[in-house]
């Protein structure tokens, strides 16, 4: 599967579309631009590997070079339980140099979290100068699970989605790309993955059973995607919206966002900062 | 290539012998144990992961599910500028889930480190129960690049030798296995390898002519090695002399090392800590 003019990127075929949604509507087992199959998108994910590496290495090589200005990646993961989001880490996230990846999982605020405006925390965990910031879960469970368990009053949360907008607004502006996944799960392809988690002596640790509490408020958490995909999508911090009850095109279709988001930042090897020829010369010297 | 008894491990293979060493005595272009070649190791390479991962996982489970007394490992990276840090951190740690690895670099401490005892910042970047942290250089930079450079008071760096053993202790006692290589490239090499980062602008990001400096010290650094390989290298936290002169191998021993290491601590899933059963029926109805 080569990448020319005809075909069209997944970038542009998952792109969640402006305006009211109904993510309900989403087919989370649909497979857009995948007309490869599985075995030819997994071998597609195995070859995409090297260039994503380079341009990776290209992007870290700017910020040690030119820290102040390099820019920054910023990948959100957001999906209900079981949708995938460490399966993304791992399989997408893992075809690059970890040195260039930096992961940060957000679970409930700790109480000191707590003593702090809800972005704090999200903002000690940006990606430095050249590095690809993957969060698993972010900021959006203040106005996801925060809003279905009623955590805090309709007004705070309510406020959020401005305050959102403006901090990604700032990021965008300070050069680092938002890209933000919404890793669409079924709830029947949910269950199916609770279900083997609990036949599986290997998955049992990803069981909690406050998993079944989330899923009892399934509904309720559309509602609350809705809003977030319908207020929190601009341009400059677009949500995907990638169907998730296939794994392999669900880390594939992340793969080839990141891809196409990093060709088109036109991303350069940083020019030499000394005398190329002299150093040559003091290396032979050596 | 598989593992049966009579093969030998790399880890008793590469384990710095105790006692006074001269580790330019070593051979930094052999290749032990790898029997199959270059060819050949670099399939091992492509079918331990699989592995290793598993083993990985099992230890990132158990830190979920017992963080209280999960254990942890800790890999120390230390060798000369181009010995391949970077290369092995892509390689071999590239091989496992990115969310299980907690990398950290040490540069030339910052003013606000500097105003602690020298472990502060060590101690801060300590992984998490059931990580695995790794070290891109580490607190033996205090007994090295700090002697080498007479950055404090030779009665001061004596001193970190026992500080250094009891840290380590303390990090043995507390379920930390910690895995200490020394990747061992020799001046030739180190002289190629630099010039070949003077040949690709792709490569220009990687040099610092400070590099040369550190070059022309490098009998220094032998000597400030060979007191660290001789005084800080118990049992509990072996140190590894790892021959860096073939890129293939340097990353492969370490793969090993780390595979045998885990292998060692008899890792198991943690058990349920949820009646199966009643989760089994609950999922259903759900």
New interface residues.
């Given amino acids: 599967m080569t990448d020319t003019r005809e075909t069209p990127l997944i970038s542009d075929l998952l792109r969640c579309p402006q305006g009211p949604i109904d993510v309900t509507s989403f087919d989370a087992g649909a497979t857009p631009g995948a007309e490869a199959g599985k075995k030819g998108t997994l071998q597609d994910m195995a070859e995409l590997g090297a260039e994503m590496s380079e341009l990776q290495?290209r992007l870290f090589?700017?910020g040690?070079?030119e820290p102040a200005t390099a820019r920054r990646m910023l990948v959100i993961l957001q999906g209900l339980d079981t949708a995938g989001k460490?399966g993304v880490?791992?399989h997408t996230?893992?075809l690059v140099?970890?040195?260039g990846?930096h992961?940060q999982?957000f679970k409930a605020p700790t109480p000191e979290e707590l003593e702090h405006d809800f972005l704090w925390r999200i903002r000690r965990a940006l990606p430095g100068p050249g590095m690809i910031g993957v969060f698993?879960r972010s900021h959006y469970e203040d106005v996801l699970a925060v809003r279905v368990n009623r955590l805090v009053e309709e007004p705070v949360w309510q406020g959020r989605f401005d305050l959102i907008n403006r901090f990604e607004a700032e990021l965008a502006a300070s050069g680092t790309h938002v890209v933000k996944c919404f890793l669409n799960v079924s709830k029947e392809e949910q269950?199916k993955r609770?279900?083997a988690r609990?036949?599986s002596?290997?998955k049992?640790?990803?069981?909690s059973?406050s998993d079944?509490e989330t899923?009892?408020n399934w509904d309720q958490y559309m509602v609350a995607y809705n809003e977030v995909l319908e207020r929190c999508n601009p341009d400059e911090a677009p949500w995907y919206v990638i169907p998730a009850d296939h794994k392999w095109y669900r880390n594939w279709a992340v793969a080839r966002i990141m891809l196409e988001t990093m060709r088109s930042m036109q991303l350069s090897?940083?020019?030499?900062?000394?005398d190329?020829a002299r150093?040559?010369e003091?290396?032979?010297r050596?």
């Fill in positions: 290495e090589a700017r040690r070079a460490g880490v791992r996230f893992g140099d970890p040195q990846i992961l999982a698993d269950k609770l279900m609990l036949e002596p290997a049992y640790w990803k069981y059973s079944l899923r009892a090897w940083p020019p030499a900062d000394f190329v150093e040559i003091r290396v032979k050596s």
